[in-house]
């Protein structure tokens, strides 16, 4: 499915469920959860100078690694995570050659694909010390694991819930 449609699904399966979604206390406590361990990733991002350096890249470089395409890897179930987190999705691109939901400040979502999360270019790389390296990785290693249980308990609860109705 194109992003385009993905959106249209994780729309209607919120207008659907999202109320049960958010009273579920497993749910809620994951999204909870995701919140933390992403905020925890973009003060690390930032201290590190990671943000910057992305944003100097996309605005002065012509970056690359929000390139166009790569919204199609969001599934449903994750653009869904998007709205029970109370995100918005773009009604429109901003850029033809970058991601869908590359935004004026970086990503439109809180809840982002394991790709997003974890690609570091080789200039970023080359850029941090092994300790800090390793800190990133730790910190957004706790950021992929929350979005990963989230999305399965998000599909566990859909399954359930179509068998319940």
Same mark, same amino acid.
């Given at each position: ?6 959106? /249209? ?9 999202? /109320? ?26 930032? /201290? ?6 992305? /944003? ?82 730790? *910190? *957004?290693?706790?950021?992929?694991? *929350? ?19």
């Amino acid at each position: 499915m194109t992003s385009n449609e993905n959106m /249209k699904v994780a729309q209607c399966l919120f207008a659907r469920w999202g /109320k049960e979604l958010l009273a579920d206390s497993r749910i809620h406590g994951l999204l909870e959860a995701l919140r933390e361990k992403v905020a925890a990733s973009g003060r690390v991002a930032r /201290k590190l100078g990671l943000v910057a350096a992305c /944003k100097h890249c996309e605005e002065e470089e012509g970056g690359s690694c929000c390139g166009a395409g790569i919204e199609n890897r969001y599934t449903p179930h994750l653009l869904l995570i998007n709205l029970l987190l109370g995100r918005t999705l773009p009604p429109d691109r901003r850029l033809s050659d970058s991601c869908y939901f590359l935004g004026t400040d970086g990503c439109t979502l809180t809840a982002r694909h394991i790709l997003c999360i974890n690609y570091l270019c080789p200039n970023l790389q080359r850029s941090l010390t092994h300790e800090n390296l390793v800190r990133l990785q730790a *910190t *957004t290693g706790e950021e992929m694991e *929350t979005v990963f249980r989230l999305h399965e308990a998000v599909k566990q609860f859909l399954v359930e819930g179509e068998h319940d109705h």
